[in-house]
């Protein structure tokens, strides 16, 4: 009989889905089960019953997966951070490689041997930059983490208070646990996206290799509160003597991103410098970096294997955000040009090319949405690097790389299946040679992978 909502079954944990749910099946019917890893058998209960799959949280492990360890951090099993601690990462490992070789076998047609995944070079206090949110519940104001959502529930879950985080610095901790209880005795409330009511928002912390580190505090735009951030900036100074930083930052949009749409006050430079590798950079408030700068050496050195440059290449670095990919293969190539929607993030890229004395590497701001419309003034180049958000390449992207028909693109992502079906897009003339997922996020369910995609 089919499976309905609220069934109790047992079964065996075979894999991992993308995401960190279980796959078992039951009767010939996929089950994706919460809280279930690889080799347990548990008791399911289904919490949602379709024609093709099931879904279900696990209420009983029957018998534990050999791969099961003990968890580190008191709040596992309640914060949202890291469901795969309980994971032994070479599992953890292994199943987000073949989560990659199924997407790409499944959805993108391209059945290669893949390389052997690349692990991150720190299981712990990898994270180089932590977004905390502020909520008011229940008259109480609370700075952490969201929760984790019971399975089958969606929402944006309640921010849960951190005490402690093994992805992150302890002094990022320090920080949290200072700047909650600041702006408890504030009296001022958090910001309710609801209701529109109420002032803090989102604190993010960056610190780099160098050992430079940026306070960020973004609030609502009321300026009669704005002396209370200025008065948190002062005090973290005096407290924290390697913060190099403070920024406030205001936000009106509802959206719960944690990015500043307006600078306010400022404590410190306009901008920390990060170094991965021999290669430095200028990081802003609120411009993307990779937040494993450890993992970045190693996902920047893969595309640097898979495009075997000689030094007379010419490179264009797509979706390149503040220039990270290809500044790093400025001294391995003759020329760069990276094109990004975000002038902030392009400003960075001209800054950081000058911090590095390069003067082989090119910039433009524009949308890639059009396809080839920003792109025709360019001459052709040997490589193209594909880097764009996790919804993949805009369909219009896709056509006018099969136009621009470099010889080499090399594609990176964060997502399996929107990889796979960019590569289904270009397999016209592109065939998929080669491919490693680098794993920049450990305990997560996610997974950075490097694809090259070669000329027919």
């Known amino acids: 009989m089919p499976l309905k909502k609220e069934d109790l079954v047992e079964c065996t944990i075979e894999s991992l889905a993308f995401g960190g749910r279980g796959v078992a099946h039951v009767d010939g019917m996929a089950v994706f089960v919460a809280d279930a890893l690889p080799g347990d058998t ?35 099993g309640q914060c949202g951070g890291c469901a795969l601690q309980n994971l032994d990462y070479s599992r953890q490992l292994e199943e987000k490689a073949n989560q990659v070789q199924n997407a790409l076998s499944r959805i993108g047609q391209a059945d290669i041997a893949m390389d052997a995944p690349a692990p991150s070079p720190s299981l712990w206090t990898y994270r180089n930059k932590m977004e905390f949110a502020f909520e008011q519940q229940d008259g109480s104001l609370h700075l952490g983490l969201r929760s ?39 009296g001022i409330q958090a910001y309710d996206p609801k209701t529109q009511n109420g002032f803090w928002r989102h604190l993010v912390i960056r610190h780099t290799a160098l050992g430079e580190m940026l306070v960020h505090v973004i609030t609502s735009s009321d300026s009669r509160k704005y002396s209370s951030v200025e008065a948190l900036g002062a005090a973290l100074v005096e407290r924290f003597s390697e913060l190099t930083s403070f920024v406030h930052s205001s936000r009106s949009k509802r959206s719960t991103q944690a990015v500043g749409e307006y600078v306010e006050f400022r404590l410190g430079t306009k901008a920390i410098e990060e170094k991965v590798g021999h290669t430095r950079y200028h990081v802003s408030p609120n411009m993307f970096f990779q937040t494993n700068s450890a993992g970045a050496e190693v996902l920047f050195n893969t595309i640097r294997e898979y495009g ?24 391995s190539v003759e020329r760069v040009v990276g094109f990004e929607i975000s002038e902030e993030s392009i400003a960075k890229a001209f800054s950081s090319a000058k911090l590095n004395e390069f003067e082989n590497c090119d910039f433009a701001v524009g949308s890639l949405d059009d396809g080839l419309g920003n792109l025709k003034k360019f001459p052709k180049f040997d490589m193209v690097v594909v880097d764009p958000p996790r ?7 896709a056509k006018a790389l099969l136009i621009l028909a470099p010889p080499k693109i090399v594609a990176v992502s964060c997502d399996p299946a929107t ?30 992978t490097v694809a090259l995609l070669v000329r027919k």
């Open 308 to 331: 075997e440059f000689d030094g007379s290449e010419s490179l264009l670095d797509l979706y390149c955000g503040a220039g990270a990919i290809g500044l790093y293969m400025a001294d």
């Open 42 to 76: 548990v008791k399911v209960r289904i919490v949602r019953a379709k024609k093709r799959f099931a879904e279900g949280v696990a209420e009983t492990v029957v018998t534990p997966s050999s791969f099961r360890v003990a968890p580190k951090c008191a709040h596992f």
């Open 419 to 448: 990889l796979a079906r960019d590569v289904k897009r270009l397999s016209d003339k592109y065939d998929i040679v080669r491919a490693r997922a680098v794993d920049m996020f450990p305990h997560t369910h996610h997974i950075e």
């Open 148 to 186: 984790r959502l019971p399975a089958g529930e969606k929402g944006l879950p309640p921010v849960l208070d951190i005490e402690e985080c093994h992805l992150c610095a302890e002094r990022d901790i320090e920080i949290v646990r200072m700047v909650r209880e600041f702006c408890r005795e504030s």
């Open 391 to 397: 919804s993949g390449m805009h369909e219009n992207m």
